[in-house]
């Protein structure tokens, strides 16, 4: 279930993007703007062999196990699922920004996911045979549907408060700004239609609504908010290549 | 032991909202004035447009100490206080003008003398019988001098509705007579904005763009407003936003009698035998500071006023300082502002950008601007709505009980959605009571051991009545606005930390019942003025930063008119 969205990435909408990046660099925003471009520019970066290697888009897994990444993922992709052919919280990549925020702001709720998803994992193999992510979408709703009603008598804590715990984060990974790892390639805001960050918004622009050309750009693209020092290229190899 | 530095005129604790106004007229008057700030300077480029770094995360760069301190609640003593929530305030030069809505609001006539209007008008009876609630020491038309300084020195928009008694046509028609008009129109409206006025219009109501501490147009050497969308608990990337930290102390420090020192969490207030405060101790770095000042300003929130008087114990103040009669922290209250009702729109609304402070007003149901006769509580209602929408909040709409909160049918719900929603703000009259009052945690302490506050606190019946009335003249005009869905929420209770958090240090002639003179300076510790919405002991309909600007400048201005009386 999860692997349909791979087509979608290789759509039409990534080479408009493959341009308009390329563009950019050509403005001479140069490597500070490169740099911080969002996940949908990696495969522009290897097209382009003048940038150096830092470009390339990785995702580790900061804190979450494996197992813990897949039964998360799962859930999250029944939360906001994509079956209707549209990107959903996995497409934008909304386990990575909750990962990646575990390690941090979210550190609080580390120990409720170690908890929650285990008990997933373990009331998946009792009703179902399976670990949660190997079980089919009408499978996990139906989990989920328990979940959220408290009709998990095994469940160690008030499924509730899991569920509404994840469907926040799936929600702030899914709509956040690029930079923290979610709403990958802008899905999340294309999917509500907000036009994305500007840095001015005139009355012509807002009477557009969703009609208003996607400005897709994080806010750290934006020159006044990079974190990257102005300077020259050369000086700014070998940096990180955080997943963004 | 502390480091003791050379003696100054004027300490000011807090360079936020108020004490960021008090030191011009303290340095114009040619006083030499330290302003200790517990946070740094922040630049437009720490303004990001960043949802989750402003919205979700609160702002982590900023509140190295307030986070520690965000204060506990409870109902009643019933329960037991538990810490949760954002923290309230700011630590940074500016404070919490950096990133607040800038709604800057006089407060009208009515608010400063609830008890005597309505007593005159209805009947003593009619004032809740468990209030504390007392007319303030002074009346609107003593503060509007010190408003109309305020809206010029920050640069206030608005469109008035009263200049010396004349109506005007496009301004609230409520509001007290104001000296002259603001200094920039109000900020321009929008296709829902319009929408909305139209509804009201047709309601019979007399709807306006409300005031705020934005540029409309270029002020001095600043921009109008570019309406991006992230002025909801965000600093503005082009210092459009009139917070103290790039008007008033930039415009004091011009002075050179001005100096900040950032970083410095102050400890306590000192006083010496003769119940006179000598000074202020602070920590910077690992270091303990004592600096000696002639008269002390105090101008942190209102919860770190309260709790550093507590804190500041001497023989002479055994329980805090200026709080030997035990008022310091009573007469609290947070302002009801929660209630709001929700709509949903038959078609998009193009509300993606725009700002809170870009709203129209309805002031016809707040204070006693309408007939309470035949009805069962005093006081009122403002109703606002406004633009202003960020992704993950716009995602996280209510689903009006239309569709499940998660799985396919509300990704298309919100999908559809998310652009056809509005909730409204409407601030209500909140009144003192007994039994609600702030005090020194028991149990939960900061980092460095200090007890939080605590608050004791819940809205009353006449709160709660005022929600229920409001709620339905808010949902008439949505519903006159062509709303297809109406969500109402409950309508108040316990009252949780608050930006809008008013009392514990009370303004009035009273000693018996209030900490602070008429003019702000304790009763009990002459040399030691408060600034803040800790001195106001009504809220209003409206949001309390300007008059707290208003009250600071004019408490720092006494200072400085009675200089040998207050400091000898």
Same mark, same amino acid.
Request: net charge negative; glycine share 10%.
């Given at each position: 279930?999860?692997?349909?969205?791979?087509?979608?990435?290789?759509?039409?909408?990534?080479?408009?993007?493959?341009?308009?990046?390329?563009?950019?660099?050509?403005?001479?925003?140069?490597?500070?703007?490169?740099?911080?471009?969002?996940?949908?520019?990696?495969?522009?970066?290897?097209?382009?062999?003048?940038?150096?290697?830092?470009?390339?888009?990785?995702?580790?897994?900061?804190?979450?196990?494996?197992?813990?990444?897949?039964?998360?993922?799962?859930?999250?992709?029944?939360?906001?699922?994509?079956?209707? =052919?549209? *990107? #959903?919280?996995?497409?934008?990549?909304?386990?990575?920004? @909750?990962?990646? $925020?575990?390690?941090? +702001?979210?550190?609080?709720?580390?120990?409720?996911?170690?908890?929650?998803?285990?008990?997933?994992?373990?009331?998946?193999?009792?009703?179902?045979?399976?670990?949660?992510?190997?079980?089919?979408?009408?499978?996990?709703?139906?989990?989920?549907?328990?979940?959220?009603?408290?009709?998990?008598?095994?469940?160690?804590?008030?499924?509730?408060?899991?569920?509404?715990?994840?469907?926040?984060?799936?929600?702030?990974?899914?709509?956040?700004?690029?930079?923290?790892?979610?709403?990958?390639?802008?899905?999340?805001?294309?999917?509500? =239609?907000? *036009? #994305?960050?500007?840095?001015?918004?005139?009355?012509?622009? @807002?009477?557009? $609504?969703?009609?208003? +050309?996607?400005?897709?750009?994080?806010?750290?693209?934006?020159?006044?908010?990079?974190?990257?020092?102005?300077?020259?290229?050369?000086?700014?190899?070998?940096?990180?290549?955080?997943?963004? | 032991?502390?480091?003791?530095?050379?003696?100054?005129?004027?300490?000011?604790?807090?360079?936020?909202?108020?004490?960021?106004?008090?030191?011009?007229?303290?340095?114009?008057?040619?006083?030499?004035?330290?302003?200790?700030?517990?946070?740094?300077?922040?630049?437009?480029?720490?303004?990001?447009?960043?949802?989750?770094?402003?919205?979700?995360?609160?702002?982590?760069?900023?509140?190295?100490?307030?986070?520690?301190?965000?204060?506990?609640?409870?109902?009643?003593?019933?329960?037991?206080?538990?810490?949760?929530?954002?923290?309230?305030?700011?630590?940074?030069?500016?404070?919490?003008?950096?990133?607040?809505?800038?709604?800057?609001?006089?407060?009208?006539?009515?608010?400063?003398?609830?008890?005597?209007?309505?007593?005159?008008?209805?009947?003593?009876?009619?004032?809740?019988?468990?209030?504390?609630?007392?007319?303030?020491?002074?009346?609107?038309?003593?503060?509007?001098?010190?408003?109309?300084?305020?809206?010029?020195?920050?640069?206030?928009?608005?469109?008035?509705?009263?200049?010396?008694?004349?109506?005007?046509?496009?301004?609230?028609?409520?509001?007290?007579?104001?000296?002259?008009?603001?200094?920039?129109?109000?900020?321009?409206?929008?296709?829902?904005?319009?929408?909305?006025?139209?509804?009201?219009?047709?309601?019979?109501?007399?709807?306006?763009?409300?005031?705020?501490?934005?540029?409309?147009?270029?002020?001095?050497?600043?921009?109008?407003?570019?309406?991006?969308?992230?002025?909801?608990?965000?600093?503005?990337?082009?210092?459009?936003?009139?917070?103290?930290?790039?008007?008033?102390?930039?415009?004091?420090?011009?002075?050179?009698?001005?100096?900040?020192?950032?970083?410095?969490?102050?400890?306590?207030?000192?006083?010496?035998?003769?119940?006179?405060?000598?000074?202020?101790?602070?920590?910077?770095?690992?270091?303990?500071?004592?600096?000696?000042?002639?008269?002390?300003?105090?101008?942190?929130?209102?919860?770190?006023?309260?709790?550093?008087?507590?804190?500041?114990?001497?023989?002479?103040?055994?329980?805090?300082?200026?709080?030997?009669?035990?008022?310091?922290?009573?007469?609290?209250?947070?302002?009801?502002?929660?209630?709001?009702?929700?709509?949903?729109?038959?078609?998009?609304?193009?509300?993606?950008?725009?700002?809170?402070?870009?709203?129209?007003?309805?002031?016809?149901?707040?204070?006693?601007?309408?007939?309470?006769?035949?009805?069962?509580?005093?006081?009122?209602?403002?109703?606002?709505?406004?633009?202003?929408?960020?992704?993950?909040?716009?995602?996280?709409?209510?689903?009006?009980?239309?569709?499940?909160?998660?799985?396919?049918?509300?990704?298309?719900?919100?999908?559809?959605?998310?652009?056809?929603?509005?909730?409204?703000?409407?601030?209500?009259?909140?009144?003192?009571?007994?039994?609600?009052?702030?005090?020194?945690?028991?149990?939960?302490?900061?980092?460095?051991?200090?007890?939080?506050?605590?608050?004791?606190?819940?809205?009353?019946?006449?709160?709660?009545?005022?929600?229920?009335?409001?709620?339905?003249?808010?949902?008439?005009?949505?519903?006159?606005?062509?709303?297809?869905?109406?969500?109402?929420?409950?309508?108040?209770?316990?009252?949780?930390?608050?930006?809008?958090?008013?009392?514990?240090?009370?303004?009035?002639?009273?000693?018996?019942?209030?900490?602070?003179?008429?003019?702000?300076?304790?009763?009990?510790?002459?040399?030691?003025?408060?600034?803040?919405?800790?001195?106001?002991?009504?809220?209003?309909?409206?949001?309390?930063?300007?008059?707290?600007?208003?009250?600071?400048?004019?408490?720092?201005?006494?200072?400085?008119?009675?200089?040998?009386?207050?400091?000898?």
């Amino acid at each position: 279930m999860n692997n349909k969205n791979k087509t979608h990435e290789k759509g039409d909408g990534n080479t408009e993007q493959a341009s308009l990046s390329r563009r950019n660099l050509l403005k001479g925003v140069g490597l500070t703007g490169a740099a911080l471009m969002t996940a949908g520019s990696a495969s522009v970066m290897a097209q382009t062999p003048a940038i150096p290697a830092r470009i390339r888009v990785t995702e580790a897994l900061e804190t979450l196990t494996a197992a813990e990444s897949a039964a998360l993922d799962a859930m999250c992709s029944r939360i906001l699922p994509s079956d209707d =052919g549209t *990107p #959903g919280a996995h497409e934008a990549r909304a386990v990575h920004y @909750i990962d990646r $925020g575990l390690t941090s +702001a979210m550190a609080a709720s580390r120990e409720q996911y170690a908890v929650g998803l285990a008990a997933l994992d373990t009331y998946a193999m009792q009703v179902g045979g399976k670990e949660f992510c190997l079980l089919t979408a009408d499978q996990q709703d139906s989990i989920i549907d328990a979940m959220t009603r408290n009709a998990i008598p095994e469940f160690p804590m008030l499924g509730t408060a899991f569920f509404n715990t994840v469907r926040t984060h799936t929600i702030d990974g899914t709509f956040s700004d690029p930079y923290y790892g979610g709403n990958r390639d802008f899905v999340g805001w294309d999917l509500i =239609g907000y *036009p #994305g960050v500007r840095a001015v918004s005139s009355p012509g622009e @807002i009477s557009q $609504g969703r009609a208003l +050309a996607p400005s897709r750009q994080s806010a750290y693209d934006m020159p006044p908010y990079t974190k990257d020092p102005v300077g020259p290229a050369s000086a700014q190899t070998g940096g990180a290549s955080h997943g963004h | 032991m502390a480091t003791e530095l050379p003696r100054t005129d004027v300490v000011v604790i807090g360079l936020g909202a108020v004490g960021g106004v008090a030191v011009l007229p303290l340095v114009n008057a040619g006083l030499n004035v330290i302003g200790l700030e517990a946070g740094g300077w922040m630049t437009t480029r720490d303004f990001a447009p960043d949802e989750v770094r402003n919205n979700l995360r609160d702002w982590p760069q900023a509140v190295p100490k307030a986070k520690n301190e965000i204060p506990t609640s409870r109902a009643n003593i019933n329960f037991e206080a538990v810490q949760g929530g954002g923290h309230p305030m700011m630590n940074g030069v500016g404070g919490t003008s950096l990133h607040y809505w800038a709604q800057s609001w006089r407060l009208n006539p009515w608010d400063f003398k609830t008890v005597s209007e309505t007593t005159r008008r209805y009947g003593a009876h009619r004032i809740p019988e468990d209030s504390t609630v007392e007319d303030w020491p002074i009346s609107y038309a003593d503060l509007e001098p010190w408003y109309d300084r305020v809206e010029y020195a920050l640069g206030v928009s608005g469109n008035a509705g009263n200049i010396n008694g004349t109506r005007q046509p496009n301004g609230n028609p409520f509001e007290g007579p104001r000296s002259r008009a603001y200094p920039m129109p109000g900020l321009r409206s929008s296709g829902f904005t319009d929408m909305m006025s139209e509804a009201a219009r047709q309601l019979g109501w007399q709807p306006f763009q409300g005031p705020a501490a934005i540029n409309s147009e270029v002020y001095g050497d600043r921009p109008g407003c570019f309406y991006h969308g992230f002025c909801d608990r965000g600093g503005c990337h082009v210092a459009a936003k009139s917070s103290t930290a790039v008007t008033t102390i930039p415009e004091a420090l011009k002075s050179g009698l001005l100096k900040v020192v950032t970083h410095a969490r102050v400890l306590k207030i000192v006083n010496d035998a003769d119940g006179r405060a000598t000074g202020v101790e602070y920590l910077s770095g690992n270091q303990v500071i004592f600096q000696p000042a002639d008269a002390v300003l105090l101008a942190s929130h209102t919860y770190e006023n309260t709790r550093l008087l507590l804190l500041s114990k001497s023989r002479e103040f055994a329980n805090g300082l200026a709080n030997n009669r035990g008022q310091v922290g009573q007469h609290y209250l947070s302002h009801h502002q929660g209630a709001p009702v929700i709509a949903l729109f038959p078609r998009n609304l193009n509300n993606w950008y725009g700002l809170p402070a870009q709203g129209v007003a309805i002031d016809e149901w707040a204070d006693d601007n309408f007939d309470h006769s035949d009805l069962d509580f005093i006081g009122g209602g403002n109703l606002w709505v406004h633009t202003d929408r960020k992704p993950i909040s716009a995602a996280k709409m209510s689903t009006f009980d239309l569709v499940p909160n998660w799985g396919a049918k509300w990704k298309a719900f919100i999908s559809e959605n998310a652009d056809r929603t509005n909730g409204s703000y409407i601030q209500k009259t909140t009144l003192p009571y007994r039994g609600n009052y702030l005090d020194l945690d028991p149990f939960v302490k900061d980092r460095l051991g200090f007890p939080v506050i605590r608050i004791t606190g819940e809205h009353r019946q006449n709160e709660l009545r005022i929600a229920a009335f409001t709620q339905d003249r808010m949902e008439e005009w949505y519903r006159a606005a062509g709303a297809a869905q109406i969500v109402r929420t409950a309508l108040g209770g316990p009252m949780g930390a608050s930006t809008h958090a008013y009392g514990g240090t009370r303004m009035g002639d009273n000693p018996e019942t209030n900490v602070t003179d008429r003019f702000g300076f304790a009763h009990e510790v002459k040399n030691l003025g408060v600034l803040g919405a800790s001195v106001m002991g009504t809220s209003g309909a409206r949001n309390p930063t300007l008059t707290a600007q208003a009250l600071a400048w004019r408490t720092a201005q006494h200072l400085v008119d009675n200089w040998d009386t207050i400091t000898r």
